[in-house]
């Protein structure tokens, strides 16, 4: 009787706290072991293994083994296997989409997702593969093969003091049981040898390939992953078990065990207890970089912190007097590395202690046993976490592609059709305004050009008529003047020299002035400066339609001939054309050949008049006689006629207007370019807004829409898989007892019920899980996640009803909802009762509380970034405190269409008598608009009634409805009894129809608390 006594006392803390041989053969007499066998104990340690063997007969606990351990996986390993098989179909459905978009939607998605195509072959491939990947890294000389033989069970791993795990080094089943080593180098190849033998030999084979001795370095090893194909049962079915790398052994090893610890689902880090201070947060923290430092919030994560345990291993080697504070520090140094650690995740343990003790004694410590638990947990949550991080990072990206294809759906009906109509119009008033100013510019040409001809007859008239040209023309030396017996040749060469000395005579007039020369220079820069602006204007019409044509704004065109650099036009360059002045010519010298020949042409076609009054006077022979008796004086007679003649205003208009004649003709030319440029423009930005508006409507039509039903429907089936199929539950059906139902509606139902001895509510879809509602499921239960706050309605957790296929939201138990708790609540309603009554006042003391904190919750919900977008009496819950407390607290709830503000893209969305003129016009909006339903609510509070747009509501008035809001006919604010003046004032800036004007919430806050009562 006293032998089972003390046998029952035979407890393991009582063994381990034999620290001599006598104290333990003590024990051994108490506990029933025969006296022969305590004989031949020769040590402390020999003494404990003969105590821990006593143990285990007697104790009552199952012995873990790595066969039980295999048919507990089998089950977990199965049900993981048809999550994934059908995550893979969504996987596989999504990767078509992907492969359809168009271009312009996948730089979009590229933009959040770099590399979105190859990461969904990646990860569907991953999904397909039944390898699960336990990771176990560590410190060098932690003990990780020690830990890992304990696991298995046996001794499969090489571990030695004067060496190191070297490379990957991965545990696989195997009937045929041998290494393959993967050499490091392009291309893969590998070593494979069998592994025969006994366990040494076994070792020494695995030693060659896995580990190098001490002294290691910056050297590579030869393989870069070794794959042990084992006959063990804990690893049938799928399990690999990865040893690594110590951390911090050198830089490559270390980068070899980051770049695989996205591969694994779970992760084990051993921890050296015995050195000074534990953990090393610089080399555990550097590790885990990868997967969770400057990681976009509004990404899915890398990996699931829960996925993970740590092994602080040698604990027997911590002095029991420090082992408390020890473990502290140990866990505050792991949460500065893992912020999410649970501190159930963290293990200690001597794993030489523990196979001593399962090799000698057969026994299982505590220690041990508790990682062997946290162990078999692991492998469900880290199988769980594999399917459920693919499926975060599928709907992320789904959800991507909607927004982005939503967004360029609305900006072709709300910004690219109205910009390209509003680019036309702008384009089309500048060619008008060009029309108008070239017309102008060339009727002050015309002019200038008039003047510049009258100036140069009036000059050249007054040269040809002074006296150094009379005098000239006067002046004959007997010499040049000719002589024929022919009197028709006489007056030919006469009338030629005469005709030769006026050619001069106009030669150096405008050698003197250079009056052509310059002539056609002034109208060439004149041209350019009145056309300066037109050339501009011009240049840049056409450049902005070449330059959207390369953005797609209008089709890509050319204007071939009518550019030089950056002009529209070939204009001529007028500096050196025309004549230069010289030194004067002498009289009598021979006529330059650079007179234009229009002067000869016009000599030659003299006045008819002149011409016969000539031949008339020498049409005898004495005239012959007359001449040659006086050369001079006939010459002088010929000069003076023929000039005469030849200065009249007819004649020398029509011969400055032969030289102007070619700038004339080019100006002419180029004014009628000018209009011919504008409508060729106008018709090509005619053609271009039909082309391109047609563009962007197939695009949307042919791409964007169809893209976005598509991506919406594999979202929601993907969300209806995840619901039913994926999903871990928080809260259990069978926890919700005492089910009473409060409320019924279209939407769905709502219980009252008991939770662990607290009242919640209870709330449900009619309509069970489908892909038409999974998404909006899960989108309200992330915001009564992320929503806290004390004007929130408090969320508990989400249940399953499996049987119906019901997605349950617990929350705290309302008594009421403002609609109820204040219409037509005659006490409530301040604008039922008169001015300076103490029922009004009593009354404006309740709304104003309430008012204040509906402001509140929206400005925190404002604050963290979100819209509600559905506000209304019904959707904000009345919680009634008990009479010796402050009265109604106001919950803001029905969070289920609140967005984060930069996702909201102008869908339709709210109820309609609440809903702002932006959001009824399907405009982009955001926070102003619950600012505009709160205006409403205003209204309502004060008055206790509902707007009078709700009762008549009907969603086939939309239309009429909106230009009813838009035009400003909401609830009249001049009442009877009307709210005092900042109520009202506050009320009616919330409607303004310019959401810019209206306050925020933060500002109605304030400005509610500073109301008084009148």
Known sequence: MAASKAQANLTEERIDECKDLMGALDLLENSGIPPEEIDSIESIEQAQMVLLKQLAKTSSRTQWTPESAAGLMKSVLEKDRVSREELCCH???????????????????????????????TKLEQLRDDACHILVAGETSAGKSTLLNLILGEDLLPYSVLSSTSTICELKYGKEEKIRAFKQGDPITYDEVPLQGNKNARMEELSKFVYQKEGRDERTFAYN???????????????????????????????????????????????????????????????????????DP???????????????????????????????????????????????????????????????????????????????????TGLHAKVELNYRWLTYLLDRSSFHLRVMLGNVVDQELPALEQLRQSVKERLKKLRTAAASAEAKMRRYLQERVDSAVKDLQQYLTSDEIHEWLHQWEEKELPDNDSWTVVEHLTKKQVEERIQQIISTWDQHRDFFSKL??????????????????????????????????????????????????????????????????????????????????????????????IRRRAAHRQQLEAYRENKSKYMVQVATDTVKDFVSDENLRRIVGQQVESTSTYLDRLFGTIPQLIESDERLMNKGYTVKKQEAITLAEEHYNPSRVKCEKIQGELDCCYLTTIRQ????????????????????????????????????MTDSVSAGNATDLLQEERNLRRLCHQNVIKFYGTAYWAHHEKVIFVTELCQDNLREYIIYQKDRNPGKHRKGTAEREAAFHVVKRLAVQVATALSYIHSVGFVHRDLKLENILIQIREPSTSGAVIKLADVGLTKKADNITG?????????????LQEKRYGKPSDMYSFGILLWEMWYGEETPHAKHFAL??????????????????????????PWKELMTTCWSTDPANRPTAEECRAGLLKITCD
């Not at 271009?103 to 195509?117: H, T």
């Not at 951390?247 to 050195?275: D, H, R, W």
């Not at 009429?960 to 003046?981: H, L, M, Q, V, Y």
């Open 907 to 919: 869908t339709l969305c709210g109820t309609p008598p609440y809903i702002a003129p932006e959001v």
């Open 729 to 764: 539950y928080d809260v259990k059906y069978e926890d919700l007892v005492e089910r009473e139902l409060i409320a019924s509606g279209s939407f769905g139902d709502v219980y009252k019920a008991r939770m662990n001895s607290t009242e919640v509510a209870m709330k449900y």
């Open 298 to 380: 509004d990404q899915p994560p890398m990996f699931d912190p829960k996925s993970a345990i740590f092994v602080c291993n040698k604990w027997d080697m911590v002095p029991p007097k420090e082992a408390g504070e020890v473990w502290d520090d140990t866990i505050r140094k792991l949460k500065l590395c893992w912020p999410e650690l649970d501190e159930s995740q963290v293990f200690k343990i001597s794993a030489k202690k523990a196979a001593m003790a399962r090799a000698q004694a057969n026994y299982i410590t505590k220690d041990f046993q508790k990682l062997l638990n946290g162990l078999q947990d692991l492998l469900p």
């Open 520 to 613: 056609r220079s002034e109208l060439m820069q004149q041209f350019r400066a009145e056309f300066n602006l037109v050339e501009e204007d011009i240049a840049d019409i056409e450049e902005k339609m070449v330059t959207a044509g390369q953005h797609g704004k209008f089709a890509n065109v050319s204007a071939p001939g009518r550019r030089v650099g950056n002009s529209v036009f070939y204009l001529p360059d007028y500096s050196t054309a025309g004549l230069t002045v010289g030194q004067k010519i002498a009289l009598g010298a021979a006529s330059p050949l650079v007179i234009p020949i229009g002067v000869v042409v016009g000599l030659f076609a003299l006045p008819a008049a002149g011409a016969m009054a």
């Open 91 to 121: 996987f596989e459905e999504a990767t078509t989409y992907a492969e359809g978009l168009h271009d312009s939607a996948k730089q979009q998605l590229e933009s959040n997702v770099p590399r979105f195509q190859s990461l969904l072959t």
């Open 956 to 981: 086939p008035r939309l239309e009429e409805f909106s230009k009813e809001i838009t035009e400003g006919r909401r609830p009249d604010p001049n009442k009877e009894f009307s709210a005092p003046t």
């Open 225 to 295: 992953r070794v794959e042990i194909f084992l006959n063990f049962p804990l690893l049938e079915g799928g399990i690999t078990i990865v040893d690594s790398p110590g951390v911090g052994e050198n830089e490559q090893l270390t980068e070899m065990v980051k770049k695989y610890l996205p591969n694994a689902f779970a992760f084990m880090y051993i921890i050296n207890s015995a050195n000074a201070g534990g953990v090393q947060p610089d080399r555990l923290g550097d590790l885990l970089q990868a997967l969770t430092h400057e990681r």
